[in-house]
């Protein structure tokens, strides 16, 4: 597998890296802070996610600006942020696409697809937020906390001692080895300055995109993990709650960044899957499905749910469920995601 970093300048002159991977439909990471291209392609974190996307999709990253090989002294806002992602999208030649948001990125993502929704087919979030911590009505002893991050981060983040670096990559990836803890501690080196991290984490402490999320239009997908230790996990159900017809999907971990070993990171993939429109073949036979079956799973690929179904194909949500299970049986699968993933593949779900 092999990526190709571009660049091109934002509404303001700064220049942006952005990177190329995979084939297939074109998905967008948004930007977001602590990446930097080139390490990630190398990183125990950051590979396998990269990887992953990019076996089923056309994967666009972008180094946010003072990040990475993006233009370290860009200004910071988030309406830079948010023109930057506008640039991107400009530059690598998409005209409609899928938008990841994670974490800060989710903000960034949900605000494009406000001002394009000819341009975002689906939005997917991880670990996102519609309110960053100073607009959460934070106790004083909490906004002292957050105060006094930003002071460490200024004095002790270029600094060869990793130790406040590793104790900052520990809330990111509570449950990462020492080599995944070591190597995210790098990151956060590699990715910006002293100065620019403390004024990138100023900026997203601000961030509101609360009013922005009610006129979202395309379908929504917002995931968070139960635990996560940067962005709480209420602030996932707030999101979910704001966006029209989104749907929240609860990931069991503490991890903010999700690993390649855990069960939340292959559920994250499924329910993505299972959500994104993916380029399929011609039907495949399915030889051990009945009619009705196949009917069945061609909206199930849809995405319809039972009662819909039982709708469409004037039957009973009962015998709707009953020939689920045995779709599912003669599928192998344990689930409506993993059987939307290999319906899709196979070319069901394409009538619309």
């Known amino acids: 597998m092999k990526q190709q970093i571009r660049f091109c300048r934002s509404f303001d002159g700064a220049g942006l890296a952005f990177a190329v991977s995979g084939q297939g439909p074109a998905i967008v990471r948004a930007p977001h802070w602590l990446s930097h291209l080139e390490y990630e392609w190398e990183s125990p974190i950051w590979k396998p996610w990269i990887e992953t996307f990019s076996k089923s999709y056309t994967l666009v990253r972008t180094d946010e600006r003072a990040c990475g090989l993006s233009d370290l002294e860009a200004p910071i806002s988030f309406e830079a942020w948010v023109c930057d992602l506008e640039a991107v999208a400009d530059a690598a030649g998409l005209q409609r696409f899928a938008l990841f948001g994670h974490s800060q990125g989710g903000a960034i993502a949900i605000e494009y697809a406000v001002r394009h929704p000819e341009r975002v087919t689906h939005l997917v979030i991880l670990g996102g937020y519609a309110r960053g911590s100073m607009k959460r009505g ?26 406040y670096r590793q104790m900052f990559a520990m809330q990111f990836v509570p449950g990462g080895t020492l080599e995944q803890i070591n190597s995210f501690s790098e990151l956060e080196r590699r990715t910006t300055t002293p100065v620019n991290a403390m004024r990138i984490m100023e900026t997203f402490f601000q961030i509101d995109v609360i009013s922005s999320a009610s006129k979202v239009q395309c379908p929504a997908l917002v995931l968070h993990v139960r635990d996560d230790r940067r962005v709480p996990f209420e602030e996932g159900r707030i999101l979910a709650r704001l966006i029209p017809g989104a749907r929240l999907v609860p990931l069991d971990s503490a991890n903010h960044v999700l690993l390649e070993h855990e069960p939340a990171y292959r559920k994250f993939f499924d329910e993505l899957r299972a959500f994104l429109p993916r380029a399929g073949n011609a039907p495949a036979e399915f030889p051990a499905l009945t009619p009705r079956e196949r009917d069945i799973l061609d909206r199930i690929a849809q995405g319809l749910d039972n009662a819909q179904i039982a709708a469409h194909l004037d039957l009973s949500e009962k015998t709707v469920r009953n020939n689920i299970t045995h779709i599912f049986a003669k599928l192998g699968v344990e689930n409506r995601a993993q059987a939307i993933v290999l319906a899709r593949d196979a070319g069901f779900g394409s009538k619309g």
């Open 138 to 163: 934070l106790s004083p002893e909490r906004v002292d906390e957050l105060n006094a991050q930003l002071k460490l981060v200024e004095q002790g983040w270029g600094r060869e001692d990793p130790s």
